[in-house]
């Protein structure tokens, strides 16, 4: 009976958290790529990436647009599926080259980003995001 007590009081407060876990993940996001696009807010050991070097260029364009569109929660499920997809990319052809487990191969923060973000492709951004605002206005 507790648990069932637990789950309804903490079942209310999903959907913002579930925006704040959105929020964190879209900043950290696009801070990946403004770091490799601009050198902020550090500047990577080998500095910026140079304009349409690939993949790296590419990964940042593509980090900073998608990050602030799941940041501000913009077309999230969108975004996220090809963020996800570029975290998928990048384990695969930067990582698991070198071993087989993240662990040994340093793509555990690729695999978090790919999963967090193919959780949000069927759940979507929450009550505190420009979707949810859009849906409202379309349905009201």
């Known amino acids: 009976?507790?648990?069932?007590?637990?789950?309804t009081k903490l079942s209310q407060f999903a959907p913002v958290v579930l925006s704040a876990f959105r929020i964190v993940f879209g900043l950290l996001f696009t801070v990946h790529g403004t770091q490799k696009?601009?050198?902020f807010p550090t500047a990577m050991e080998s500095g910026t990436v140079p304009a349409g070097t690939w993949p790296y260029w590419y990964a940042?364009?593509?980090e900073l647009v998608l990050g602030l569109l799941i940041l501000?929660?913009?077309f999230t499920r969108i975004a996220a599926f090809v963020a996800s997809g570029e975290m998928a990319y990048a384990y695969f052809t930067a990582h698991q080259p070198k071993a087989?487990?993240?662990?040994?191969?340093?793509?555990?923060?690729t695999v978090l980003y790919c999963f967090a973000f193919f959780l949000l492709v069927f759940i979507g951004g929450?009550?505190?995001a420009l979707d949810s605002v859009l849906r409202k206005r379309r349905a009201g």
């Open 72 to 74: 501000t929660g913009l």
């Open 100 to 109: 087989l487990w993240p662990i040994d191969n340093g793509g555990e923060l």
């Open 60 to 62: 940042g364009v593509i």
């Open 1 to 7: 009976m507790a648990s069932t007590n637990l789950d």
């Open 126 to 128: 929450g009550s505190i």
């Open 37 to 39: 696009l601009f050198g």
